[in-house]
């Protein structure tokens, strides 16, 4: 079994892809990692959307400020938060909305459902890195949320069939590295951010 710290430490981000196809079967393989990942009351408020198609690309890096990897990856993964997942769980017996963001403002809403997606990602892009696919997770991009691009932002949940309750969250681009580069990890240092009982 692979070492997860190894996983995580020699994980990069890459921007560069060959011309080269990702396997199905790895694909699958990725996007059931995301599926598997832990999730608050088993709501599972996520959605995953595979896009090899370039159009579509295309139109997802413009949507992402003109980011090239995203069009030139071999496939890119669309995560999607859907906040109608809360009330769609079979949570309602719980009344205290500290437990149950059903309960909460819509903006409590939104801000668990973003939350929650950031489990499968990671587990997305370790499961890709273990498999040699090279990833980069995109944060830049056009939503009703960063109130950037809005036409174009309509146009790509348009073509995503993205109803008002789902929200792009993340974007994963996928590929093979075209330039291997080391690079070094920089982090801040394990006391710096690490502390027994209260910050110091």
Known sequence: MADILELISSRKSVRKYLDKHIPDEDLHKILEAGRLAHSWMNVQCWKFIL????????????????????????????????????????????????LNPALQCENGILI?????????????????????????????????????????????????????NQIISTIITLGYDAENKETVKVRKNFDDVVFNEKLS
């Open 112 to 164: 668990r459902s973003l939350e929650q997606v950031i489990y499968p990602v990671s587990y997305m892009m370790l499961e890709a890195h273990s498999l040699g696919v090279s990833s980069c997770i995109i944060g830049a991009f056009g939503s009703e949320i960063t109130a950037v691009l809005p036409e174009v932002s309509a146009k790509a949940k348009q073509a995503l069939n993205l109803n008002d």
């Open 51 to 98: 896009v090899k198609n370039q159009e579509t690309k295309d139109l997802l890096s413009e949507l992402s400020i003109g980011q090239p990897q995203v069009k030139n990856a071999d496939a890119v993964i669309v995560c999607v938060a859907d906040t109608q997942a809360w009330e769609d769980a079979k949570i309602t017996h719980i009344q205290k909305p500290a």
